[in-house]
């Protein structure tokens, strides 16, 4: 039994040991506080005020130009929301486009911008060709197609012609506007490209295409 003596002890030991280590790591888990992990919520993890963004091509020129008094960036999505927003397409080979709306979400790594509230879009003249003004209560810009478009009710002013419809989709790298579903058309005898597309346009009223 003396023989014995030495050897329970030791496994006697080792037993509080292993025990003792348990109990210590248990205790240490249970005291220290550890954060669950972040839920994922369309809540802003960032803002600023009176901000301006700029995109660039990739030789380096400015594209594309987004203002507002108000942003705020929103982790979930990786999109930004906008107020008194106002975005600026200058192309070096397209007319400069301006839109403004009371509020705006840039998402898709900022290849989609739409724009709700008096969201207005303000094509500047080019060459020979009036301005051309788009108004609805949404417009979505594509900027790296240089694409605006609508589903809803627009007003379209081409220079002295009103297109008035449910739907429009203009393209201002090839200057082509289509206005869906019209309801109102007045076209301008002055304008001669318009007064072409009338002719065309009056075989479907449901689709009238111009080149502005």
């Known amino acids: 039994m003396k023989e014995r003596l030495p050897a329970l002890i030791a496994i006697a030991l080792l037993f509080v040991l292993v025990a003792g280590t348990w109990w210590a790591a248990d205790y240490t888990q249970r005291a220290v506080h550890i954060e669950p992990p ?10 600023s005020s009176n ?25 979930d999505d990786d999109s930004y929301e906008v107020t008194q927003a106002r975005a600026i397409g200058q192309r070096a080979d397209s007319p400069i486009t301006v839109a403004t709306s009371n509020m705006a979400i840039m998402d898709r790594d900022g290849t989609r911008i739409t724009m709700r509230g008096n969201a207005h879009l303000h094509r500047q003249p080019y060459d020979d060709r009036p301005a051309l003004d788009v108004k609805s209560e949404e417009l979505i810009l594509l900027p790296d197609e240089d694409v605006a478009y609508t589903n809803l009710r627009a007003v379209v002013v081409n220079g002295k012609s009103t297109m008035v419809g449910t739907g429009m989709r203009y393209d201002n790298a090839n ?18 490209q318009a007064a072409r597309s009338k002719n065309q346009g009056s075989q479907d009223n449901n689709h009238e295409s111009t080149t502005p």
């Open 51 to 75: 901000f301006v963004m700029v995109r660039a091509d990739a030789n380096g020129m400015a594209i594309n130009r987004m203002e507002g008094d108000y942003l705020r960036h929103f982790p």
């Open 38 to 47: 972040r839920r994922i919520t369309h809540e802003p993890d960032a803002w």
């Open 175 to 192: 200057r082509i506007l289509k206005v869906f579903s019209s309801t109102d058309v007045r076209i301008s005898a002055e304008d001669s």
